[in-house]
């Protein structure tokens, strides 16, 4: 089992280019979930999907927008890259509330 | 006020000590709580969770929740040098949903 994967690994926009991050889980999971790193920050989650067919903010959703393609795949687009969402991003699988099982991440610089 | 605090350190201890990673988070209504570990350039893994007040071991970890103080702290006995990471606390306040907040984390770095 690959677990969750994640593409691209590294990224570089242009202010005001749009990007799709792609993300599948093989572990039969309910639930999905994007975060960004910044440093010093932690974690911040951006969407959620707590199961197929259902999406919903988290703390820091502005600028971006998600699709749940089917149980697998999680998507999280930009439709106009800024600066500041220069980060790297990660995607998570759970059970519900269980343990969240994280990707290897997606490392983003928009210029 | 943030909702889940922590110190980012970093915390040196020597090798074979005892590491104490602390955490305080702000909203009462918190049920589940869990430390992560993350290696530098690597993605955060569970090593704990703890639901309930008291203490929780798992090998060389124990996991400390006081729910009335809003704390809770992981304890790394014998510290390895391959403990040298980063410890992320989350919290949630819903068991539907799984909605982490994490802290911004702590650096622990284990000397020989």
């Known amino acids: 089992n690959a677990g969750v994967t994640q593409t691209p690994k590294f990224q570089v926009l242009k202010t005001g280019q749009s990007m799709t991050l792609q993300c599948a889980q093989d572990?039969?999971?309910?639930?999905m979930y994007w975060y960004r790193q910044d440093p010093g920050m932690g974690l911040r989650l951006i969407y959620y999907s707590a199961s197929e067919g259902t999406t919903d903010k988290g703390e820091v959703p502005n600028g971006y927008n998600v699709s749940r393609l089917n149980k697998r795949e999680f998507s999280l687009r930009l439709e106009s890259a800024a600066p500041s969402q220069t980060s790297v991003y990660f995607c998570?699988?759970?059970?519900?509330?269980?343990?969240?099982?994280f990707g290897p991440g997606t490392r983003l610089t928009v210029l | 006020q943030k909702e889940v605090e922590q110190n980012s350190g970093p915390l040196s201890v020597p090798e074979g000590a005892i590491a104490s990673l602390n955490c305080t988070y702000s909203?009462?209504?918190?049920?589940?709580f869990f430390w992560y570990r993350q290696y530098s350039g690597k993605s955060p893994e569970l090593i704990m969770s703890i639901y309930s007040n008291g203490d929780k071991e798992d090998g060389r970890f124990t996991a400390q929740l006081n729910k009335a103080s809003q704390y809770v702290s992981l304890l790394i006995r014998d510290s390895q040098p391959s403990d040298s990471a980063t410890y992320l606390c989350a919290v949630t306040r819903s068991s539907n949903t799984g909605k982490l907040i994490f802290g911004q984390g702590t650096t622990l770095q284990v000397k020989p």
């Open positions: 909203d009462r209504g918190s049920q589940s």
């Open positions: 998570a699988s759970s059970e519900l509330a269980d343990t969240q099982y």
């Open positions: 572990m039969n999971h309910n639930s």
